[in-house]
């Protein structure tokens, strides 16, 4: 169990770029979930795929953000066009299954996080 | 909707001393509660975690929380503070979806 890991895990870009995080979750995790963290704050939810399904889009913050997670495996977050309010911290996490090994799709285990500056 | 309430932006303890960092929610049904740490610059590592039974849950590093329903509180203790235990905290419930939803965050320094 090597844990989630993101690429990169910096990103300086100007504005009006399109930029592109990946994730690997924990292999056996079929649940993997997108943050955002800005300065000072929480996590913010963005979304989640089980297997390679996006359950949930709806807190994507624009139509400009968009995931994928093309064989149920890594994950792609792609912001395009971006702006300086983009900057921030995009976190990805990943949770097993009921019923491997007492798993719970609430217990999220979170990578390093990809650090976006937009100049 | 569900939410999570940490009032303490920022909390000084110094090193031996006891911690308590308060944590307050809201959702309508029996919660999923998590406590998280992060230090600068890095991700989120889980402290500890209650789903049921026992109302005092035991964690990593010396860390436990106890969940009181009527006061719709999860706070974390820890007997003695070590200068390593300086980093945010974070308090964070189950959400439809299973998503988290979290609290801003209580910073914790440490002095010596």
């Known amino acids: 169990d090597t844990g989630v890991s993101q690429n990169p895990r910096h990103k300086i870009t100007k504005r009006g770029q399109n930029v592109t995080f990946r994730c690997d979750p924990i292999?056996?995790?079929?649940?993997l979930y997108w943050y955002r963290q800005t300065l000072g704050q929480g996590p913010e939810f963005l979304t989640y795929?089980?297997?390679?399904?996006?359950?949930?889009k709806s807190r994507l913050l624009s139509d400009r953000f968009s995931a994928e997670r093309p064989k149920g495996s890594f994950s792609t977050l792609e912001i395009q066009r971006t702006e300086q309010g983009d900057s921030a911290m995009y976190l990805c996490?990943?949770?097993?299954?009921?019923?491997?090994?007492?798993?719970?799709?609430?217990?999220?285990?979170f990578g390093p996080g990809t650090r976006l500056t937009v100049l | 909707a569900q939410s999570v309430t940490q009032p303490d932006i920022h909390i000084t303890v110094s090193e031996g001393a006891s911690l308590e960092l308060r944590c307050n929610y809201s959702?309508?049904?029996?919660?999923?509660l998590f406590w998280y740490v992060q230090s600068p610059g890095q991700g989120l590592q889980l402290l500890l975690k209650?789903?049921?039974?026992?109302?005092l849950v035991q964690g990593i590093k010396g860390f436990e929380a106890e969940f009181k329903r009527s006061q719709s509180s999860f706070n974390l203790r820890k007997p003695s503070v070590h200068w390593s235990d300086a980093a945010e905290y974070f308090c964070?419930?189950?959400?439809?979806?299973?998503?988290?939803?979290f609290g801003a965050g209580t910073i914790l320094r440490v002095k010596s």
């Open positions: 996490a990943s949770s097993p299954p009921p019923g491997l090994a007492g798993g719970h799709y609430n217990e999220q285990f």
């Open positions: 795929f089980q297997n390679e399904a996006q359950l949930e």
């Open positions: 209650y789903f049921s039974g026992d109302t």
């Open positions: 292999s056996e995790h079929n649940r």
């Open positions: 959702y309508g049904a029996t919660p999923y």
């Open positions: 964070a419930v189950g959400a439809e979806g299973n998503k988290l939803v």
